[in-house]
């Protein structure tokens, strides 16, 4: 039996409807690519309690559950385990986004994120993103 890892991800979306993406540090897997911001979830935790632990974790931002709106997510077979990732909207956050786990920080359009390589299971939500936003 393969096993499932759950995490959480968050597209935050700015004034301008860009989207943040983060680049993965040297030393995790799939280093140099880019992918949403969010992480593993703890045993007992919600997605969206990962989100406002991850988020504050990896960028130093304040964000309430009730800011995090649902939106799609991604189930992907890996070779060791199978991933199941929710992701949701936010555009309401308390402080400044900075890069505190990350190799880089980018803001893009929707459209601009086909042009950044991501790992396997980020990757199809970039035209959920771009079709809805």
């Known amino acids: ?8 991800a968050a597209a935050l979306v700015d004034t301008d409807g860009r989207i943040l993406i983060c680049r993965r540090p040297e030393g995790k897997a799939f280093a140099g690519l880019w992918e949403f ?12 309690a990962c989100l ?15 800011c995090l709106s649902p939106f799609v997510f991604a189930s992907h077979a890996y070779e060791d385990q199978h991933l199941l990732m929710p992701l949701f909207l936010c555009r309401r956050w ?11 920080l980018a803001w893009v ?15 199809p939500l970039c035209a959920y993103l771009r079709d809805f936003l």
Not at 52 to 61: D, N, Q
Not at 111 to 116: A, C
């Open 52 to 66: 406002v632990r991850e988020l504050f974790e990896e960028l130093g931002i304040r964000v309430k559950a009730d």
């Open 94 to 104: 308390e402080g400044f986004v900075e890069r505190k786990e990350h190799a880089a």
């Open 109 to 123: 359009k929707p459209i601009e994120l086909f042009s950044y390589p991501m790992p396997p299971a980020d990757g």
């Open 1 to 8: 039996m393969t096993p499932l890892l759950l995490v959480a």
């Open 37 to 48: 911001p969010g992480g593993k979830m703890e045993a007992g935790e919600t997605p969206e």
